[in-house]
């Protein structure tokens, strides 16, 4: 289907590992993001952590690293893996 | 026996729920998916065991990290930052940074630059098959060896958190790295290890940050380890500051334990370790370049230079937090301290970003086990295999060989780890065993590196003197002969293998013949041009992406450290 020159051109592949990084990290930070909305804010569980909703937070801080790993990704195909093949 | 294959605890650790699951689930789903995505990289044997030389150095900096971060550096260190405080950082800003840098700056051209494929294959080209033999044969026994042990603790950790039986935990952790590893080769583990290492940044930052908020920042965390030291009637500074590091070094005098730190840890174990060791050697050689090999240790010391804050002040915070470290303490009672850093997340973290925290210890550990058993398949099937046992196969002959070498290597780890359970103290000897062929390793190759006279015969009985010399001064230790508080029986026994094995490669080589300059060029700095040495492409980078500048930022940005946590 794809003509050979289009191949020559890099394009951000799935197999890239900031691709997967991302991924997992943004799955795992709407999780916890989630988890901030659903549980762990009853009285005991903000006792744990001094009155902070821990896992919004760190679920927050999540996706934003997923998204700049997204964005890196995006823009500099070249970056994740060596260009030979 | 029914002790040893199902002790399972009556009381878990950690109070998981159901949904502390989901974030384990999505990580081990993209582990095994990211051996199926390496799976069309991994098609010839070549690409399968060194991952075809085709990763950025940023990937291979983390791996070179990460390979490391396993299971003794999160619990253990925790555990000595709760007893120790602040000198435990020695053992990530001297044991660690300074050789780290050495290795990418002045070791690592020879290794790359002379396409070997292995350490103990440079040891081969170098000085020939008895030194080769001495160091694959005892690097494969110990990975195999170390690889158990991993496995092992990743077991135990799972019975503790989530409550299943040991053998299950075993089997299941072996299935699973021996899945991504078998399909998607080096690349694969390097891949895992990138991800595993932003994992377990996500799980012990929150901690690290909760647990400081918790004992009112780090004013509130020194002013309440005073008091703990001062109620114990111990001296509260030698907790709060990494200098002179008495209580690490186990010298008393200040000087003595100064001079301790810097040679005994922050040269002959630590070069001994960080750059002979295939584990680590290996990330850097599957990178696209000589530059980019290079670039790997030294872009892995800015990492490392801030694990200690991840990993030791946690330790910290529960020595003065969590009642029951803080106890131990307070009164010298004998406690276990490598909980201490789990019973922190138990104290401080809501469900949910504690699913995420068990998640980051399981990779952690099993990380660890995976880049055993992806260097052992590596001077397996390369040094072993191919060289000695069936050379001049086809190629897809050794990829299956690859293959089978990493299920044996499972299968083995297995076994090792319940060896490991029943009889702890074995596993401690044959460890510090093959610890003692670090420092005479080191010796043999610097000293290969730099003097073209150094003949094969010298390179193996170096090495042997050595080593045997590193086991007396231990039996001479075990036995209680002489008696070295701390580390200091550790530095001694390096220290005397290290000379020995200098001296006796220096004598050797007076009256045996070395290899002819020819056989030795790439091998040998005096007769390695300097093209071969240095990256092509080095001029078009521009300065600060080169090896060099770098390295300079790090070492000032590792002194900095040390004068700010003094």
């Known amino acids: 289907m794809t003509s050979p020159k289009t191949t020559v051109k890099k394009t951000s592949d799935l197999t890239d590992i900031r691709f997967i990084i991302a991924s997992a990290l943004g799955l795992i930070g709407i999780f916890l993001l989630i988890c901030a909305a659903f549980v762990g804010t009853s009285p005991e569980e903000l006792a744990k952590t001094g009155d902070i909703n821990a896992n919004l937070w760190s679920g927050a801080g999540l996706l934003i690293v997923a998204i700049v790993m997204g964005i890196w990704w995006k823009i500099d195909p070249t970056a994740g893996a060596s260009q030979g093949e | ?566």
Do not use: C
């Open chain 2, 1 to 566: 026996m029914t002790a040893l294959l199902l002790p399972l605890e009556e009381k878990l650790l950690l109070n998981a729920y159901w949904y502390d699951y989901i974030p384990i689930a999505i990580y081990f789903a993209f582990v095994i998916g990211v051996g199926f995505v390496m799976k069309a990289k991994a098609a010839s044997s070549d690409a399968f065991l060194t991952g075809a030389r085709s990763l950025p150095a940023w990937v291979t900096g983390i791996a070179f990290v990460s390979a490391n971060l396993g299971a003794v550096e999160i619990m253990g260190m925790s555990a000595n930052g709760a007893q120790y405080g602040m000198p435990t950082f020695h053992y990530f800003w001297v044991g660690a940074i300074p050789a780290m840098l050495f290795l990418g700056i002045v070791m690592m051209p020879f290794y790359y630059g002379s396409k070997v494929r292995s350490v103990p294959e440079f040891m081969f080209k170098r000085y020939g098959t008895a030194a080769h033999l001495i160091n694959a044969l005892s690097f494969a026994l110990a990975q195999l060896l170390i690889a158990g042990i991993n496995l092992f603790l990743l077991g135990k950790i799972i019975n503790w958190l989530l409550g299943w039986p040991l053998i299950v935990a075993l089997i299941v952790a072996a299935i699973i790295v021996f899945t991504y590893i078998s399909v998607g080769g080096l690349a694969a583990a390097i891949y895992n290890e990138v991800l595993q290492f932003f994992v377990i940044v996500a799980a012990l930052l929150p901690l690290t940050l909760i647990g400081l908020h918790r004992v009112g920042g780090w004013s509130g965390l020194t002013s309440q380890i005073a008091e703990v030291a001062s109620q114990a009637g111990t001296d509260p500074s030698l907790q709060l500051n990494s200098w002179p590091g008495t209580l690490l070094s186990g010298f008393n005098s200040p000087v003595m334990s100064v001079v301790g730190i810097v040679f005994g840890l922050g040269f002959v174990l630590s070069f001994g370790y960080w750059t002979t060791n295939f584990v680590e050697v290996q990330r850097a050689m599957a990178s696209d370049s000589l530059s980019a090999a290079q670039k790997t240790p030294i872009i892995g010391t800015f990492v490392k230079m801030f694990v200690p804050f991840l990993v030791i002040i946690p330790g910290m915070v529960a020595g003065v937090l969590v009642s029951e470290v803080a106890q131990a303490k307070g009164t010298g009672a004998d406690f276990e301290f490598n909980n201490a850093i789990l019973l922190l997340m138990r104290d401080v973290l809501p469900n949910g970003l504690l699913g995420l925290a068990i998640t980051g210890l399981l990779a952690s550990f099993m990380a660890g086990m995976a880049a055993n058993i992806s260097a052992f398949n590596t001077v397996f099937n390369v040094d072993l295999y191919q060289r000695y046992l069936r050379p001049g196969k086809p190629d897809h002959h050794y990829l299956k060989m690859g293959k089978y070498s990493t299920a044996a290597a499972s299968i083995i780890a297995i076994f090792t780890a319940l060896i490991a359970a029943q009889y702890a103290n074995l596993m401690d000897y044959l460890q510090q065993l093959f610890s003692m062929f670090n420092a005479p390793l080191f010796a043999t190759f610097i000293v290969g590196m730099f003097w073209k006279r150094a003949t094969p015969a010298a390179g193996w009985t170096g090495l042997a003197s050595g080593t045997l010399a590193a086991l007396s001064v231990n039996i001479l230790l075990w036995t209680g002969v002489i008696s070295l508080p701390g580390q200091g029986g550790a530095f001694l026994a390096a220290t005397v293998a290290f000379v020995t094995d200098v001296i006796v490669t220096a004598l050797v080589s007076q009256v045996t013949h070395p290899k002819p300059d020819e056989e030795l060029r790439g091998f040998v700095y005096a007769l390695t041009p300097k093209e071969e040495r240095t990256d092509p492409h080095l001029h078009e980078m521009p300065v600060w992406r080169r090896p060099i500048p770098l390295a300079i930022v790090a070492g000032v940005l590792v002194v900095t450290l040390n004068v700010i946590f003094h």
